[in-house]
């Protein structure tokens, strides 16, 4: 069992960046993929981004590639989505996920979210 917990959500200006954290609690968890998704509002759930367990090999939609950055402390049992030049259309609540491989990725552990608002 994997708990998730997300922070780091808020309101942003276009342009400005934010970092989000995901606390990831459970006996194994360093040993997960883990990943980020999003949902805006009438939208579907989209993946942003992954992470293997060792740190090596990371995954990024289109959408965010060169703009956001994911990253992982194993010994704090934390990813992180450190996300620069937002846009507008990155307004969304901000997943937090975790399954044993990357193609599970959506169904396995999820958290809460966070809000994630960019005003223009």
């Known amino acids: 069992q994997v708990q998730l917990a997300e922070s780091g959500g808020g309101l942003v200006q276009a342009g400005g960046s934010l970092r989000l954290s995901c606390a990831a609690s459970g006996r194994t968890a360093s040993s997960y993929v883990m990943g980020w998704f999003r949902q805006a509002p009438g939208k579907e759930r989209e993946f942003v981004a992954a992470i293997a367990w060792s740190g090596r090999s990371t995954y990024n939609s289109d959408s965010v590639k060169g703009r956001f950055t994911i990253s992982r402390d194993n010994a704090k049992n934390t990813v992180d989505l450190q996300m620069n030049t937002l846009k507008v259309e990155d307004t969304a609540v901000y997943y937090c996920?975790?399954?044993?491989?990357?193609?599970?990725?959506?169904?396995?552990?999820w958290g809460r979210g966070t809000q994630v608002t960019v005003s223009s």
């Open positions: 996920a975790a399954s044993l491989t990357t193609a599970t990725l959506e169904r396995g552990y």
